[in-house]
């Protein structure tokens, strides 16, 4: 088989996984409690083991594409890098973050073999710090957003949501915002909205509120290979989310009723891999994609 050839039954070359660096957050911010938001997080005095910051990486005929661009080291470098006041303590409380020079955006996709030039989409699954974080690095790609997600800039309090415009709408940036419309996908029900991002069925976005408005989730789906979902803060645990369980950061009842349809699409697509950002075990339920793949294109060549 020709490298022509399969291009030509999957568009999809690889899918791999690098992490920039870790974040550890309050337990009741992993699964939800019935104590309010602010409550645990000013008095919580325990934190998760030390989980990844993970960043997708699909390698498809049309060029690199990022589901998610991790956090900035300077976050932990730059005194000055969020907000000061109350807004300054609520960030200090909600998360730590451990990374390190080798932790960027550019060294980790040069550790798996790629060219953070060769980037040409970078989807964010929303505008929190820890996904946005390789935005100064991607000059030269388009940057997908939700509308929905982009307009929750401007709505009123921006910081103490979790969104840092300055550290988002950078200059030369090229942005698309994506308003999901009506699919006809039997393998993407219940989700009746969406938006393939290539046109050829491989990489479908999926609208999934909750932990913010204007939350994405992408579909992933290569020939021979269980489909993937990769769901940012969704959830933190894939097995928590198969179990009906909900964070404790979002709005409830958008995250249970997002959830369900997960579980639903689940039931659709047996087998399916769900990704969370900062799931430890991500990597590894990922991990025989990503050999299958490779031997693939190995057989190829």
Same mark, same amino acid.
């Given at each position: 088989?020709?490298? #022509?050839?399969?291009?030509?039954?999957?568009?999809? +070359?690889?899918?791999?996984?690098? =992490?920039?660096?870790?974040?550890?957050?309050?337990?009741? %911010?992993?699964?939800?409690?019935?104590?309010?938001?602010?409550?645990?997080?000013?008095?919580? +005095?325990?934190?998760?083991?030390?989980?990844?910051?993970?960043?997708?990486?699909?390698?498809?005929?049309?060029?690199?594409?990022?589901?998610?661009?991790?956090?900035?080291?300077?976050?932990?470098?730059?005194?000055?890098? !969020?907000? /000061?006041?109350? =807004?300054?303590?609520?960030?200090?409380?909600?998360?730590?973050?451990?990374?390190?020079?080798?932790?960027?955006?550019?060294? $980790?996709?040069?550790?798996?073999?790629?060219?953070? &030039?060769?980037?040409?989409?970078?989807?964010?699954?929303?505008?929190?710090?820890?996904?946005?974080?390789?935005?100064?690095?991607?000059?030269?790609?388009?940057?997908?957003?939700? /509308?929905? #997600?982009? +307009?929750?800039?401007?709505?009123?309090?921006?910081?103490?949501?979790?969104?840092?415009?300055?550290?988002?709408?950078?200059?030369?940036?090229?942005?698309?915002?994506?308003?999901? /419309?009506?699919?006809?996908?039997? $393998?993407?029900?219940?989700?009746?909205?969406? %938006?393939?991002? !290539?046109?050829?069925?491989?990489?479908?976005?999926?609208?999934?509120?909750?932990?913010?408005?204007?939350?994405?989730?992408?579909?992933? +789906?290569?020939?021979? $290979?269980?489909? *993937?979902?990769?769901?940012?803060?969704?959830?933190?645990?894939?097995?928590? *989310?198969?179990?009906?369980?909900?964070?404790?950061?979002?709005?409830?009842?958008?995250?249970?009723?997002?959830?369900?349809?997960?579980?639903?699409?689940?039931? $659709?697509?047996?087998?399916?891999?769900?990704?969370?950002? %900062?799931?430890?075990?991500?990597?590894?339920?990922?991990?025989?994609?990503?050999?299958?793949?490779? &031997?693939?294109?190995?057989?190829?060549?």
């Amino acid at each position: 088989m020709t490298s #022509e050839t399969k291009s030509a039954t999957s568009p999809i +070359r690889q899918v791999s996984v690098v =992490s920039t660096g870790t974040v550890s957050i309050h337990p009741e %911010h992993v699964a939800a409690t019935r104590k309010p938001l602010y409550w645990w997080l000013f008095t919580s +005095r325990r934190w998760t083991r030390p989980l990844p910051i993970n960043v997708y990486v699909i390698e498809h005929d049309d060029g690199l594409v990022l589901f998610d661009t991790g956090q900035d080291r300077a976050s932990v470098t730059d005194p000055d890098y !969020f907000p /000061g006041g109350i =807004s300054g303590v609520v960030y200090d409380r909600l998360a730590r973050f451990d990374i390190g020079a080798a932790d960027t955006l550019t060294a $980790q996709l040069a550790s798996i073999g790629y060219d953070i &030039a060769d980037v040409r989409v970078a989807v964010l699954s929303h505008l929190h710090q820890d996904h946005i974080g390789g935005l100064p690095e991607l000059a030269g790609a388009e940057i997908v957003i939700s /509308g929905e #997600e982009w +307009r929750s800039l401007d709505a009123p309090l921006p910081g103490p949501r979790g969104l840092l415009r300055d550290h988002i709408d950078l200059p030369g940036l090229r942005w698309r915002h994506i308003d999901p /419309g009506p699919i006809h996908d039997p $393998q993407a029900a219940p989700f009746t909205t969406g %938006h393939d991002l !290539f046109g050829d069925g491989g990489l479908v976005l999926l609208p999934t509120p909750g932990h913010t408005p204007g939350s994405l989730s992408l579909l992933v +789906r290569v020939p021979g $290979q269980p489909p *993937l979902l990769m769901v940012g803060d969704l959830t933190y645990d894939a097995h928590l *989310l198969e179990e009906g369980h909900v964070p404790g950061v979002g709005n409830k009842r958008q995250l249970t009723e997002t959830t369900k349809m997960i579980n639903l699409l689940r039931e $659709q697509n047996p087998g399916l891999v769900v990704l969370p950002a %900062h799931d430890p075990g991500a990597a590894s339920r990922l991990a025989p994609v990503t050999r299958a793949l490779a &031997a693939r294109g190995e057989t190829a060549t």
